[in-house]
C-alpha cells in the first residue's frame, strides 16, 4: 500500500480529533434519554377491561334523557357549541334512523323508530379506518379497545375524518375557547386545527368512574362494560337482547351496539 | 471604485440597523426572572414542612432545565399507556400538568411566563390545557 509519513500523520489526528470530542458526543447521547418514571403505572382505581363496549338502548330514550347525556358529555370535555353547523363539535349526538342506520330498515318501521332520533356515538372500531390512515399516529386503538385521539399528535390533515364512515370526528375549524364560558380545568380544551371525538371517557375510566353520558343515565338508556367478560352488563344485554351495528357491512365492527 | 459615496453610506447604514439591538439596549442585561413561589398551596407546604422548605417532584435545578422532559414523559405515559400516577420522593401524583404542576403552581401568569417570556419560548401547553382559575378576591 502506498502510504507516506504525512498521510499517516493525518489520519492519526483525525483520529485523535474524534476522540476528543467524544465527550461532547457523550453527554449529547445522554440528553436523548428521558427520565421515564419508572413507577408510573395506572392509578388503583382504574376500570379495566378485555374490549370496552357501549349498548344504546333506543327505546328507552326520552327527549329528556337524551339532552341529559349530550350536556353530560358537553361539560366532562370541554365541548363548544358552535352555532355554524359547518363548524358543529360532535361527540354524541341525535341522529335519526334512516341515517344512523342506512339500508338497515325497512319501508314500513314503525314511527317510534323512524321518527325518533337515537344517540350516536364514535364506535371505537374493532378495525378502525381512522386509525389506519392516521400520518401521525394521533390516533391509535389502545389494548382496551378505546380508539384514542393524542391532540399534542394532530396535525389537522383530516385523512381520519374522511376515512370514518360514521361522521364520528369533528374538526376544530376556530378555537373552541371562543365558545366555552367556564372550561373546566380538569379536562383540556382542544386548540383549533386538531380533529376530536369520543374517547369512551378514558380520562374517567383511569380513575375510576363510568363515561359521563353513561352516569347521566337514570334508567339505564347507555350500557357499559367488558365484551370480554361474561357478566359484565354489557355482554348480558347482548345475551339478553337482538342488538344491530352501524353499517356492519363494511367491516370495521363497531363495539356500540343498538337496542332498537 | 465607482459611486464610492453611496457605498459607504449604504454600508454605514447597514451597519448601523445591523447592531441596532447591541447599541439600543447598551450593556445592560435584562435581570434574571424569578419565578414566583407564592402561592396559597405552596405557603400551606412550607408552613406544614419543618424547616419551611418544600421541594418539587425533583430538585428545584433539575426541574428548572428539565420539566419539558417531564411533561413530555407524562404525556406519553397518560395519553398512550393509559399509566395515570408515578411516585416521587414516595408519594403518589396524577401525571396531570392541571392537576399536579398546577394545584401549587397556580400562579401561571408569574411562575410560568415570566421565564417563558425571558426566554422567548412560546409553548402551546395553554392553548388546550386550561389555566387555573384566581382564587376569589386576588
Known sequence: ?260 | MYNTGKIITGLVIFFVVFTFPFWFNGAKAVPAPKPSLDTPKINELKAASEDGTVTCLMPTEYMKSEHMVILNEWRTADVRRADYTASYNGELYPMSLSKTCMECHSNKADFCDRCHNYASVTPYCWNCHVEPKKAEGE
Open chain 1, 1 to 260: 500500500m502506498d502510504s507516506t509519513r504525512r498521510t499517516f500523520l493525518k489520519i492519526a489526528g483525525a483520529c485523535a480529533a474524534g476522540l476528543a470530542v467524544k465527550p461532547a458526543t457523550d453527554a449529547l447521547a445522554m440528553d436523548l434519554v428521558l427520565p421515564t418514571p419508572k413507577s408510573a403505572a395506572p392509578d388503583a382505581a382504574a376500570l379495566r377491561a378485555g374490549k370496552w363496549a357501549m349498548v344504546v338502548d333506543v327505546k328507552k330514550f326520552t327527549e329528556e334523557s337524551r339532552q341529559a347525556v349530550a350536556a353530560a358529555c358537553r361539560a366532562a370535555h370541554n365541548i363548544p357549541e358552535i352555532p355554524n353547523e359547518k363548524h358543529e363539535i360532535k361527540w354524541i349526538w341525535e341522529e335519526h334512523f334512516e341515517n344512523a342506520f342506512p339500508g338497515q330498515g325497512g319501508e314500513h318501521l314503525p314511527p317510534e323508530v323512524s321518527r325518533t332520533p337515537l344517540m350516536v356515538l364514535c364506535n371505537h372500531c374493532e378495525s378502525p379506518a381512522c386509525v389506519r390512515v392516521c400520518p401521525t399516529k394521533a390516533t391509535f386503538q389502545r389494548a382496551d379497545g378505546i380508539v384514542m385521539m393524542d391532540y399534542h399528535r394532530c396535525i389537522g390533515c383530516r385523512f381520519c375524518m374522511a376515512g370514518c364512515p360514521y361522521g364520528s370526528r369533528s374538526f376544530n375549524f376556530e378555537d373552541p375557547r371562543k365558545y366555552l364560558e367556564n372550561p373546566d380545568p380538569n379536562y383540556p380544551t382542544r386548540t383549533k386545527g386538531v380533529v376530536e371525538k369520543c374517547n369512551f371517557c378514558a380520562e374517567r375510566l383511569a380513575i375510576g368512574q363510568l363515561p359521563a353520558c353513561v352516569e347521566a343515565c337514570q334508567n339505564g338508556e347507555l350500557l357499559f362494560g367488558d365484551l370480554e367478560d361474561p357478566s359484565s352488563v354489557v355482554s348480558q344485554a347482548l345475551r339478553a337482547n337482538f342488538t344491530i351495528r352501524r353499517k356492519p357491512e363494511l367491516g370495521t365492527q363497531p363495539k356500540v351496539y343498538y337496542i332498537i
